[in-house]
């Protein structure tokens, strides 16, 4: 089993930006490959990045691509999104979650509580 805390959230600016962490706990984080995805109001669950168990391949939604980056520190069991040139558009609850690189939500098998980042314009 793997326990994932996310942080970071906040209320920021349009153009500002943002880094989430994800922490992780419990079994060996480092043989999980990782992904965020993130939920705004009224809508599903939707894919973010994602990034290999070595970080060698990583994976952007195209609505991110360019402004987001993904990455992880296997020896500190965290993995982070790096946002820049936020948009009102992601103001979502974004989550951590371990076990896939796919875009599928239900191809995770372990998830966060999520964060909240509120962009205003």
């Known amino acids: 089993q793997v326990q994932l805390v996310e942080s970071g959230g906040g209320l920021v600016r349009a153009g500002d930006s943002l880094m989430l962490s994800c922490a992780a706990s419990?079994?060996?984080?480092?043989?999980?490959?990782m992904g965020w995805f993130r939920q705004a109001p009224g809508r599903e669950r939707d894919f973010v990045a994602s990034i290999s168990w070595n970080g060698g391949i990583t994976d952007y939604v195209e609505a991110v691509k360019g402004r987001f980056t993904i990455s992880r520190d296997n020896a500190k069991n965290t993995v982070t999104l790096q946002m820049k040139s936020l948009k009102p558009e992601d103001t979502a609850v974004y989550y951590c979650?371990?076990?896939?690189?796919?875009?599928?939500?239900?191809?995770?098998?372990?998830w966060g509580q999520g964060t909240q980042v509120t962009v205003s314009s």
């Open positions: 979650a371990a076990g896939s690189t796919g875009r599928r939500a239900y191809a995770y098998d372990h």
């Open positions: 419990g079994r060996s984080f480092t043989i999980y490959p």
